[in-house]
């Protein structure tokens, strides 16, 4: 059977209306993407604000998602915490749903050690049958996850990728060459690198906005147009560092909003982006509308 585990994901916001999660439109949205060639989307990951989702919340997203995508696109949920016991029942819960897998981060604040982080993947991977892609973001974890640690992960087919957010690019060459593990680029400035090294796509908050460019940028890269890559991704690099000059998603959701898809509106203590960043947005999205594919 081919892998999935390729091309350009979408990390999908959630949409909220009058504070409600607004399940139409993060249907819509997700609708939106299948159509435009997205290979996968991920819900409740950092970019859908998951840690201001309750339970419930996070379950009625899911459901509204692979409704809207049936079988046209794989989902991946983001689960996490700093206890284990705690991401161990939300693995059991969300095992029940069709979906591809989970996304993984390590714990957050808690700073486990080596050890403490394999202990940790290898309990949620013993209590699902889904596969796992790990996430590694030592800037908001406060942990990275080393490479002796992931070539003995990779050892359990169950954790088939890796987000990698490292930011370290010796470490991303090692993640590439060095394990089995699709290594998907979760820094979206990094995306050609991290393609042209090897790598198997991204997982991009950036992709919400010209989904059809991001899938471009990935072919290009896979046929190995690398001219027409770099180009086109010249054309993206504005839009990426927009998208990221304030904290995510407070961006993506004004680039939304200004297309129509959802409200402008997030749950503290993310806010919505400023009026300065909304006005340089609006200037690089009319530009990247001359941009064909």
């Given at each position: 059977?081919?892998?999935?585990?390729?091309?350009?994901?979408?990390?999908?916001?959630?949409?909220?209306?009058?504070?409600?999660?607004?399940?139409?439109?993060?249907?819509?949205?997700?609708?939106?993407?299948?159509?435009?060639?997205?290979?996968?989307?991920?819900?409740?990951?950092?970019?859908?604000?998951?840690?201001?989702?309750?339970?419930?919340?996070?379950?009625?997203?899911?459901?509204?998602?692979?409704?809207?995508?049936?079988?046209?696109?794989?989902?991946?949920?983001?689960?996490?915490?700093?206890?284990?016991?705690?991401?161990?029942?939300?693995?059991?819960?969300?095992s029940e749903h069709?979906?591809?897998?989970?996304?993984?981060?390590?714990?957050?604040?808690?700073?486990?050690?080596?050890?403490?982080?394999?202990?940790?993947?290898?309990?949620?991977?013993?209590?699902?049958?889904?596969?796992?892609v790990l996430y590694?973001?030592?800037?908001?974890?406060?942990?990275?996850?080393?490479?002796?640690?992931?070539?003995?992960?990779?050892?359990?087919?169950?954790?088939?990728?890796?987000?990698?957010?490292?930011?370290?690019?010796?470490?991303?060459?090692?993640?590439?060459?060095?394990?089995?593990?699709?290594v998907f680029g979760?820094?979206?400035?990094?995306?050609?690198?991290?393609?042209?090294?090897?790598?198997?796509?991204?997982?991009?908050?950036?992709?919400?906005?010209?989904?059809?460019?991001?899938?471009?940028?990935?072919?290009?890269?896979?046929?190995?147009?690398?001219?027409?890559?770099?180009?086109?991704?010249?054309?993206?690099?504005?839009?990426?560092?927009?998208?990221?000059?304030?904290?995510?998603?407070?961006?993506?959701?004004?680039?939304?909003?200004?297309?129509?898809?959802?409200?402008?509106?997030?749950?503290?203590?993310?806010?919505?982006?400023?009026?300065?960043?909304?006005?340089?947005?609006?200037?690089?999205?009319?530009?990247?509308?001359?941009?064909?594919?």
């Open positions: 059977m081919k892998s999935i585990m390729h091309g350009i994901w979408v990390p999908l916001v959630t949409p909220f209306r009058q504070g409600q999660v607004d399940l139409d439109a993060a249907q819509r949205l997700a609708a939106h993407f299948v159509a435009k060639g997205i290979h996968g989307l991920v819900v409740c990951g950092t970019t859908g604000e998951a840690c201001a989702l309750d339970d419930g919340e996070q379950t009625a997203l899911l459901d509204a998602v692979l409704a809207a995508v049936g079988n046209d696109c794989p989902v991946l949920m983001g689960i996490g915490g700093s206890d284990t016991r705690s991401v161990v029942a939300q693995a059991r819960r969300y069709d979906i591809a897998g989970f996304l993984l981060p390590a714990p957050a604040y808690v700073r486990p050690s080596q050890e403490g982080l394999l202990y940790h993947f290898e309990a949620v991977a013993q209590n699902t049958g889904h596969d796992i590694n973001i030592p800037y908001r974890t406060g942990v990275n996850i080393e490479l002796a640690t992931l070539q003995e992960l990779a050892c359990n087919p169950q954790f088939v990728a890796i987000k990698e957010c490292g930011g370290n690019m010796n470490q991303l060459i090692d993640f590439i060459n060095e394990t089995p593990l699709a979760g820094e979206d400035a990094l995306i050609l690198p991290n393609l042209c090294l090897g790598g198997r796509g991204a997982i991009a908050a950036a992709a919400h906005i010209r989904p059809d460019l991001f899938v471009a940028l990935y072919e290009r890269v896979r046929d190995g147009n690398s001219a027409e890559a770099r180009a086109l991704f010249q054309r993206l690099l504005p839009l990426i560092r927009v998208l990221f000059s304030e904290p995510n998603p407070g961006p993506v959701k004004a680039a939304l909003a200004r297309e129509g898809r959802i409200k402008d509106e997030l749950r503290l203590p993310m806010t919505s982006a400023s009026v300065a960043c909304k006005y340089r947005i609006a200037e690089i999205m009319e530009n990247l509308e001359e941009v064909l594919v």
